[in-house]
């Protein structure tokens, strides 16, 4: 069984290399929007003895749009993530 990589057809290639440079600002920006995200859930935490349940779901769903980012820079999917597609539901594996 031999492995041979897929090609992208090469008028493809400059147009998602264009969209690769911009999910990777998109993945800079979210990492740090889940850092202080991070910092305020915990904040919250320690004064109501509770996480708080929105953040909790949002922050599951910007995990997985960091997945879905690092995905297509990867090259492990041709689907470009948000804004191109729908925002991923918290609840999606």
């Not at 889940?34 to 509770?50: E, K, R, S």
Request: charged share 10%.
């Amino acid at each position: 069984m031999t492995n041979t990589p897929t090609t992208i057809p090469k008028r493809n290639i400059w147009l998602r290399a264009l969209l690769m440079l911009l999910m990777g600002i998109g993945f800079q920006l979210a990492a740090t929007l889940l850092g202080i995200l991070a910092v305020v859930q915990f904040v919250l935490a320690l004064i109501t003895d509770a996480p708080n349940a929105r953040l909790c779901s949002f922050g599951h769903s910007l995990g997985q749009y960091l997945r879905q980012i690092a995905d297509f820079v990867s090259f492990a999917t041709e689907e470009v993530p948000f804004p191109f597609n729908d925002w991923p539901a918290a609840n999606s594996s």
